[in-house]
């Protein structure tokens, strides 16, 4: 790995990283929370949601100890919501064990995968470890010349990984590959184009997937529906979500095989049990 290729991409990042509110601390509850909202969602409309949100929930203490539906209603609007609840079992998970430091340890929290806990490991904890997303593949596959998989992408991150500043590295990697490096590269305003192989290498515009008529939709839909009221009937859920029958029990068997929703009688409703720590207990505790 070139030394002056390293530094071209450190100095650019110095100079135009984006200023990210999770840029400013090394908690890596904050960081913890801030990945996993970036998880499928763009980081523009993170930033509002991570800000209420560590409002609401400073701590992984007071997140542990919220019940899921307030959780839940805190999430409302960055979809996906297995996310929210991943998220509060990995509070839960840390206030009785304590914070995992590595990398490797830290993917045993719920919902963080091995890009997520290396993201988390080398700007909490100062690991040097390369966080390898679908932006970071792709760069490192145009510096190669050649779409990478498996242990030969591990191998060129790990390669080029900068282990003296590992976090600035992984942040740096993360804006060229979403603001130049994108899957149509904006090579002239490259600060590494000296040395990149073949901006050829997966250019194909990224397909998104269809939200409209989606599974997803229909989820969101419902948990948008409880979060702000107490129950409802199904008949109600359809006249608020618009769903059709197949598609609201589809939705609705998915979301309770999530532990999102739970059913009370005839009449659905977002978890009603209290958070996963009270009065200073820990899980398992009573
Ligand atoms: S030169 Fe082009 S393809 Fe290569 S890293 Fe820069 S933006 Fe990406």
């Keep these: 790995m070139s030394t002056a290729r390293r530094d071209a991409l450190l100095a650019w990042y110095d100079a135009n990283r984006r200023p990210l509110p999770w840029r400013q601390t090394r908690d890596p509850y904050a960081v913890l929370v801030s990945e996993v909202m970036a998880q499928q969602t763009q980081i523009v409309r993170v930033v509002p949601h991570y800000e209420r949100f560590l409002a609401l929930f400073p701590t992984p203490e007071s997140l542990a100890r919220a ?5 839940l209603a805190a999430w409302s609007g960055l979809g996906y919501n297995r996310r929210a609840r991943f998220l509060h079992d990995a509070a839960a998970h840390v206030v009785q064990h304590g914070w995992p430091t590595t990398s490797e340890e830290l993917q045993a929290l719920p919902g963080v995968g091995a890009y997520t806990a290396a993201a988390v490991a080398s700007i909490a904890f100062g690991e040097a470890v390369p966080a390898v997303d679908t932006n970071a593949k792709r ?6 010349a050649t779409p990478l998989e498996g242990t030969r992408l591990a191998e060129a991150a790990a390669a080029a990984l900068d282990g003296d ?15 130049v490096c994108m899957p149509k590269p904006d090579c002239d305003s490259c600060p590494v184009t000296d040395w990149c192989a073949d901006a050829s290498v997966y250019s194909a515009p990224a397909r998104q997937a269809r939200f409209s008529g989606s599974t997803r939709q229909a989820r ?10 107490n129950s409802a009937s199904h008949a109600a859920l359809a006249k608020q979500t618009g769903l059709a029958t197949t598609r609201l029990r589809e939705a609705l068997e998915a979301l309770e095989s999530d532990g999102l929703v739970e059913r009370s009688g005839r009449r659905w409703q977002l978890p009603a049990a ?13």
């Design 67 to 71: 019940p899921l539906a307030e959780v």
């Design 139 to 144: 760069v490192l596959s145009r510096w190669e």
């Design 165 to 179: 500043r590992p976090a600035d590295w992984n942040q740096a990697m993360m804006d060229l590959g979403a603001r």
């Design 220 to 229: 969101g839909a419902v948990v948008r529906a409880l979060v702000h009221g």
């Design 274 to 286: 209290a958070g996963r720590i009270s009065g200073g207990t820990t899980p398992g505790s009573s």
